[in-house]
């Protein structure tokens, strides 16, 4: 389950990413053109790039494709890396914790108010913030799984590389772990 949901969030980013450059370049046309400008388009980029950003970040977290500087854990025995892997993960799933409580209330309490930007079209604040809740959301679970995994495998005794691909799975080859 938790995979389709990183292809339809996977898709999501890549149609806000279309999205986006549509909404650009029609701007930019628009203002050499005409004179004029796409309303409230700073707004509509704004809440765009929320969505080109976070709904993939689960999808890279399974590829365990976020940055990363790894010259000196290179270094390190294979066991303490497999240590450190686990770690970073928990230490990921404290750090977002916070991010999806924050961003819970925040969406709760613009959804009550039924806030919205001011400008040309009135848009509503709350889909961005939903937006950015089920990224991170979903970016979370990822990450508990990958920590709940890594962790059985190391303490079988086993080890675990930050090179593994999980996205084979993501990606349709259904041999990948």
Known sequence: MLINL?????????????????????NVIARAVFASSVPDS??????LMVAAILLPLAAATAARAHVSVAFITDRFPDRARSWLIVM????????LAPLIYAGGREFLSVWEKGSFYYGDLNLPKWPGLLLFVIGIAATWLRLLEL?????????????????QQHEDTLMGNEEGV
């Open 6 to 26: 990183e292809k339809v969030l996977l898709g999501l980013g890549a149609l806000a990413v279309i999205c986006l450059g549509v909404l650009i370049t029609t």
């Open 42 to 47: 700073v707004t509509m980029v704004r809440e």
């Open 88 to 95: 970073g993960s928990l230490v990921g799933l404290i750090g």
């Open 147 to 163: 920590f709940v995994r890594d962790l059985r495998t190391v303490l079988a005794g086993g080890i675990v590389s930050d090179e």
